[in-house]
């Protein structure tokens, strides 16, 4: 069960994702955004433009969503 909830391509250099979203406090965006970097450069699969799809997607609503919430261009943290 462990393998198929935290495959192979999801650790890397004795990290696992959900260690560096929990170290860097990412919000679900963030994670997909990360996730589907990972799996694009990891993964090998034939929907590797699928997943820079899926990045630009949850970017776009990070970039929504902070807006909503006060952000402004330019601004950090």
Known sequence: MDNEISPSYYKGKGMELCDIMLAFDCNFFMGNVI???????????????????????????????????????????
């Open 35 to 77: 996730k589907y970097a990972i799996r694009y450069s990891q993964k090998n699969e034939k929907g590797g433009i699928k997943a820079l799809r899926k990045i630009v997607w949850y970017a776009n609503r990070l970039i929504e969503h902070e807006l909503e919430n006060g952000k402004r261009d330019g601004q950090t943290y």
